[in-house]
């Protein structure tokens, strides 16, 4: 891992201890400026996570808590009429100004402020009543969803998850993490603790490097074997969409920039296929019926689709 | 569905034919049967029921079928003990009783599992496989019954005393086969046994329902085409046994009860109130047989006599070799008129057959020996290609090829995991290969994924590193190997190994 953002992780790691796996790939997910979605049971620290990323890498962060009544004028901003000037103005809404927004129990908002969100998500801009505004750069959301509880609440539909670049699980903490954070919160707020290690421009000058990652024709032909193998597979409904695709090849080179390379190779496409395709792909009624989970679907896509070492045009495969 | 009603009208077709052509108590029994069983409902349900794919998604789906399954053929009336939940509320309403939808057969075996796992998969692949033997046995067997000359004399002997067993009375059926020795009865009886088995084992376990159908015509086309028609107590028992199988439903005792019961019963009837042969039909389909098949006439003995010249160029040709005279034309003229004698009495292909097969036979006699050392060469060529790309002038294409190479080598050793990309090779190796060399394999890993996947060109050094790499696997390997690895490690070499 770079220096600078295992600097990045470890001032992360002060205040969740023991997943040092989902800060991975929180970060790869920073990198190639894509959003997450934190799906998890309540509790596990979802919004600690993105509060002590955006601590610590300096971004200017904003929370928005979802609740039925969050309209979409809330979080683009809205026009009002200005007496004195004759004319509308425009307010701007919780969106602007923020590297980070941490979209709290996105699942309680109205679908129709998700679609703003979603909106402004892909877009990078917001657009009001036909003026269109830019958006802070880099511009990150990490909304959070709990599946648990969640009567009266509007899950999020799979056409809006597939702009989500992941979905992260965190996961309960081990025996250990949970006792060392158990003793970090006798005396001491931990978030406090947390600086500011890597600068704006750093961040910025690092996504410009992901971005020029090579993908060599074996690794593209190798995400284009998945996509296809996932869109055949019994037990998937819906396979991995062309977008899908083009995540996965984005994640996969900040994968490789997060660990300090600027080629992407096969193990990169391996470590980020899980989490960058849960949410696209839909099982089949009969897998659901027979008690499949989707991991383990994609985990047997892995192991069947031939790595691209084995099946690389490139550099003259070995003749059995 | 409709398939299915038009496979059981070709069915009904073909057991009219036999009947025609071969009419007796047993074949009229087998063509009422045919008729009559689908009226039972029992069968009819499992026969004629949606199909696999209808029924899965009706299972997936209930709440989207519910809709289709107003319908009322899908729905009967409700008994004591169905469950509540299958009752159809709103056509119950309409008709002012209750009705059940019909249960769904459950004769799919959990369809999502099949295809999950590849564990799964390779176990759904079993039968294919099985399959591919069950066909191959009885066509061995068909190939030794016709060249072994004993197993073919018994075969031929075996028809006749079906001929003989036959309860058709058409004359021309009798004693049709010439040549039989009886000797060779029990070989040709079991290779017949050897291939019905095969055939039987292959359909209870691929669970196809086509292949006893497609026995069952078979057995009929081959009764109808030789005049033959076996005896009741034999072709009843086995067309039930093979609807059976073809029914694919057997598992209701109640419909098996109900089948079992109807065919006793029209067996009954039709030997009580019609027994024998019907002389109308009788006459009508050898009629009809005679007309198709001059050949048929020709093996009863009805062929005209020879041609007053083709008995005076025979007799010229006896004289001819009699007198010494070699004369070429009387000798041509013989045998052409021999020719013509021939055709009459014997169909050609056969002949064309017997010949294919035994060149076939004469051209994997002579490849056979040498197939072991063709892919031997093969594969040393091969080898030998791989290693000239070692010191390819493109340092990356090589050090690919070295590590490939490396790879492969581990792999004949039973190392390594061959889904996962070679940096996730290390941890596999570790308890049967030293420590230091996991690591070291872990760094030529990375310059591996460094020259397949990055852009800058690798120098010498790194060829170097590959190839020690590549020396020190070699050796390591070769210290532990036995016999059979040190042959397949040296192949993998080139065979230089050998020599060591």
């Known amino acids: 891992m770079r220096p600078e953002l295992e600097a990045v992780a470890q001032e992360i790691e002060k205040v969740i201890a023991g997943k040092r796996e989902a800060i991975e790939k929180l970060l790869t997910a920073l990198l190639a400026g894509g959003h997450v979605l934190l799906d998890d049971v309540p509790g596990v620290g979802k919004t600690t996570l993105a509060a002590a990323l955006g601590r610590a890498v300096g971004l200017s962060c904003r929370r928005i808590q979802f609740t039925p009544d969050v309209l979409p004028s809330d979080i683009v901003g809205f026009s009002m009429y200005d007496r004195e000037r004759g004319d509308f103005t425009y307010r701007p809404g919780m969106l602007h100004g923020a590297n980070l927004v941490l979209g709290d129990e996105i699942n309680r908002a109205s679908s129709k402020t998700q679609s703003a969100l979603l909106e402004a998500m892909e877009e990078g801009q917001v657009t009001v009543d036909g003026n269109t505004y830019p958006l802070a750069d880099p511009f990150l959301v990490v909304a959070t969803q709990n599946s648990v509880g969640a009567a009266g609440t509007q899950l999020l539909p799979y056409a809006q998850m597939d702009r989500f670049l992941m979905r992260l699980r965190l996961g309960y903490p081990d025996f250990a993490a949970q006792m060392a954070m158990l003793r970090a919160r006798q005396n001491a707020q931990p978030m406090e603790q947390v600086a500011c290690v890597l600068r704006l421009e750093a961040l910025r000058a690092m996504q410009q490097e992901a971005r020029a990652v090579t993908a060599r024709e074996p690794i593209l032909d190798y995400i284009t074997r998945l996509a296809m193998a996932s869109r055949e597979h019994p037990a998937l409904q819906i396979g991995i969409s062309p977008r899908g695709a083009l995540f996965l090849d984005r994640a996969a080179k900040a994968r490789a920039c997060l660990e300090g390379r600027d080629y992407v190779t096969g193990t990169d496409v391996q470590a980020v296929f899980c989490d960058v395709c849960a949410h696209r792909v839909l099982l089949s009624e009969e897998a659901q019926a027979a008690g499949t989970g989707t991991e383990q679907v994609l985990r047997g896509l892995l192991k069947t689709v031939q790595s691209p070492d084995r099946h690389s045009p490139l550099g003259g495969i070995l003749k059995k | ?500």
């Open chain 2, 1 to 500: 569905m409709s398939g299915r009603r038009a496979g059981y009208a070709a069915w009904l077709l073909l057991a009219a034919i036999l009947y025609f052509f071969e009419n007796s108590a047993g074949t009229r029994i087998i063509l009422a049967c045919s008729a009559v069983l689908p009226l039972v409902p029992a069968i009819r349900r499992g026969f004629f029921a949606p199909a696999r794919k209808a029924a899965r998604q009706a299972a997936v789906l209930p709440a989207v079928s519910a809709r289709e399954e107003d319908a009322p053929g899908d729905v009967r009336p409700y008994q004591p003990g169905d469950p509540p939940g299958r009752v159809h509320w709103k056509l119950s309403a309409k008709r002012d009783t209750l009705l059940v939808r019909q249960p769904i057969p459950e004769t799919v075996p959990a369809p999502g599992e099949r295809a999950l796992s590849p564990a799964a998969k390779s176990k759904g692949d079993a039968p294919r496989g099985l399959a591919l033997w069950g066909a191959g046995v009885p066509l061995l067997c068909a190939l030794l019954l016709f060249t072994l000359p004993q197993a073919n004399q018994g075969a031929r002997a075996l028809c006749n005393r079906l001929f003989a067993a036959s309860e058709a009375v058409n004359a021309y059926a009798y004693d049709r086969l010439p040549g039989a020795d009886e000797r060779m009865i029990p070989a040709a009886a079991a290779l017949l046994a050897i291939a019905g088995i095969a055939l039987a084992a292959v359909t209870v376990l691929s669970r196809s329902r086509l292949l006893p159908l497609g026995v069952m015509a078979a057995c009929t086309a081959f009764q109808a085409y030789f005049g033959l028609a076996l005896p009741g107590w034999i072709s009843v028992p086995l067309y039930a046994a093979l609807a059976l199988l073809a029914a694919r439903n057997p598992r209701a005792r109640q419909s098996l009860l109900q089948a079992g019961a109807a065919v006793l019963a029209v067996a009954a009837l039709i030997l009580l109130l019609w027994p024998g042969v019907d002389p109308a039909t009788e006459s009508a389909s050898e009629r009809l047989r005679d007309w198709l098949s001059p050949t048929a006439q020709g093996a009863a003995g009805a062929l005209p006599e020879a041609p007053e010249s083709q008995t005076e160029v025979r007799r010229a040709h006896v004289r001819s070799l009699l007198e010494g005279d070699q004369a070429a034309r009387p000798l041509q003229e013989y045998r052409l008129a021999a020719r013509e004698e021939q055709q009459v009495s014997k169909p050609h292909w056969i002949d064309y057959l017997r010949i294919v097969l035994l060149l076939l036979l004469a051209v994997a006699v002579v490849i056979l020996p040498f197939l072991p050392f063709l892919a031997l060469n093969a594969r040393r060529k091969r080898a030998l290609e791989n290693r000239r790309a070692f010191q390819s002038a493109d340092v990356n294409a090589a050090v690919c090829a070295i590590f490939q190479q490396v790879a492969a080598q581990l792999e004949i050793m039973g190392y390594g995991d061959g889904g996962l990309p070679y940096r996730a090779w290390g941890q596999s190796l570790c308890p049967g290969l030293p420590r230091d060399y996991a690591q070291r394999f872990d760094a030529c890993a990375a310059l591996f994924e460094q020259a397949a996947y990055g852009a800058h060109p690798l120098a010498e050094p790194q060829r170097r590193q590959a190839l020690d790499l590549l020396e020190e696997t070699r050796q390591l390997l070769w210290n532990r190997a036995d016999l059979q690895h040190r042959l397949r490690l040296a192949l993998a070499h080139g065979l230089e190994g050998l020599c060591e």
